[in-house]
């Protein structure tokens, strides 16, 4: 089965999380052949978890603290977060990593308390536009894997850092390429696509069968199109 995880990174406040929700039961897209998991900020969590009730929908959090709890102002625990019905917590995107400082340490860290509160860990790993054109993304997945790859469950999102929110994607061989290599260090780990995911190329993504999934931003937040690409998967 497909896994679709929708990022909605810091859009929708919570009165318009509240209404997208609502249109998306009403539009009532087919979602049986996918893992559909939503990825909303942490104030929609409880709100979210009691909308989905009764659909196959699972919930990730955007981010975590690795600290079970205590005195850490501003911060959530996975504790907390499993309490608000999370499976999955995302983990390094390259936003997190680009505008707080997120290194492989941290990002090490946080995996291992998201595992340790037994829900999956989405690592996020991608080369930026000058290590892709000086053909150093190999290197980079590999430094950005090295520290999470024994973690198990885990899943690996490939993002190119220069692909998100871009309109710009690698071809499917590079990104097939990239999937393996994953795949050959974490053999265990689903791995998933995301930058730049649309209606326009989802079936180019699908068509690599190492991929198990896909990432999904932008598009995540756009009703009916987000309707459109999930509905989309069931004739690829
Ligand atoms: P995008 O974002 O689909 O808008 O490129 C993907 C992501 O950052 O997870």
Redesign the pocket.
């Known amino acids: 089965m497909l896994n679709i995880?929708a990022?909605w990174?810091m859009n929708l406040s919570f009165i318009e999380s509240e209404i997208f929700m609502g249109k998306f039961f009403q539009q009532q897209p087919e979602i049986d052949h996918l893992n559909l998991i939503l990825a909303p900020s942490f104030p929609f969590l409880p709100k979210l978890k009691e909308m989905i009730q009764n659909h196959p929908i699972q919930i990730a959090a955007q981010d975590t603290f690795w600290m079970k709890s205590g005195a850490y102002t501003g911060e959530v625990s996975p504790l907390m977060l499993k309490e608000m019905g999370c499976s999955y917590v995302?983990v390094g995107?390259?936003?997190r990593r680009q505008y707080f400082g997120e290194t492989d340490i941290i990002v090490e860290k946080k995996a291992i308390a998201v595992h340790q509160a037994r829900m999956i860990p989405i690592v996020?790993i991608g080369e930026h536009r000058e290590s892709y054109e000086e053909g150093k993304t190999r290197n980079v997945i590999l430094q950005q894997l090295e520290r999470v790859k024994s973690i198990n469950p885990l899943w690996v999102?490939y993002?190119p850092v220069w692909?998100?929110?871009?309109g710009k994607i690698p071809s499917k061989e590079e990104v097939a390429k990239v999937t393996d290599l994953i795949l050959s260090e974490c053999p265990h780990a689903n791995v998933l696509y995301?930058?730049?995911?649309?209606i326009d190329n989802q079936r180019m993504f699908c068509s690599i069968d190492s991929l198990h999934g896909l990432?999904?931003?932008?598009?995540?937040v756009k009703l009916p199109d987000f309707c459109v690409f999930l509905e989309k998967f069931k004739n690829i």
Not at 163 to 166: A, D, E, P, V
Not at 215 to 220: D, E
Request: glycine letters at 20%; one cysteine or more; aromatic letters at 0%.
């Open positions: 995880v990022n990174k995302l995107h390259s936003e996020c999102a993002e692909s998100i929110g871009s995301g930058g730049s995911v649309s990432l999904v931003g932008g598009l995540s």
